[in-house]
């Protein structure tokens, strides 16, 4: 199943900071996200793996609850750079098979 | 430049015509995929190569669609007698043999069916 994303959108000012969520309803394995710019290609930003430890880099981290079958994504003191659309794939058992959420719209505005 | 290339980048065509996609992969990477992206959804999977062999096709891939990886290098994706719902942006991806779960995508060969 598709994971659901909240929200579907977000717009901020340059230094705030956001949080996207991502769950599921069946079991997760682990869960990927990735970010994509207006007509250019997904870029994998971090993946989290069932058991494994909140990952992070730079202002971007995020975290998985394995028993909740949810994941978030922080985003600090936003970056202009950090505007584009945020995606979170989750794999059943293993990393090619990638189901992916609609997507949140992240907006950061001067 | 080094990255997941994709041939052509934009396709106009009218329905019942045939296509085909070129996805030439990062040139170590062994594991190639095929996603479908269509306005406001996530991409989709479509199918997935270790070498050159194809080891799993989703459900979305009817009998119109067929995908090759002869060489273990670049693949093809071809649609036969398009669809208007078949418009979308196709996706080819690549990861290498360290299941480090990351996928590089490819910028996409945009498909218009007319």
């Known amino acids: 199943q598709q994971p659901v994303q909240s929200p579907q959108a977000v717009i901020l000012r340059e230094g705030e900071d956001a949080v996207i969520n991502c769950s599921s309803s069946k079991a997760l394995y682990s869960v990927h996200w990735y970010r994509q710019k207006h007509g250019e290609a997904p870029v994998f930003l971090m993946i989290l793996l069932k058991g494994g430890e909140q990952k992070g880099h730079d202002k971007i981290s995020a975290s998985f609850n394995e028993k909740k079958q949810q994941s978030s994504l922080y985003l600090t003191a936003s970056q202009l750079s950090y505007s584009g659309t945020y995606f979170c794939?989750?794999?059943?058992?293993?990393?090619?098979?990638?189901?992916f959420g609609k997507g949140t719209l992240l907006t950061v505005n001067p | 430049d080094t990255g997941v290339s994709q041939d052509p980048r934009h396709k106009i065509t009218k329905r019942g015509q045939n296509v085909t996609f070129r996805c030439d992969p990062i040139s170590e990477h062994n594991r190639l995929y095929w996603y479908r992206q269509t306005l406001g959804q996530g991409p989709e999977f479509l199918t997935y190569?270790?070498?050159?062999?194809?080891?799993?096709k989703s459900r979305l891939l009817s009998d119109r669609f067929s995908a090759e990886r002869p060489k273990g290098s670049f693949s093809t994706l071809e649609i036969q007698r398009t669809e208007q719902g078949d418009s979308a942006m196709y996706l080819c991806a690549s990861s290498g043999q360290t299941d480090t779960g990351e996928l590089f995508f490819g910028e996409g060969s945009r498909l218009t069916v007319l």
């Open positions: 190569f270790q070498n050159e062999a194809q080891l799993e």
């Open positions: 794939g989750n794999s059943g058992g293993s990393n090619y098979k990638l189901t």
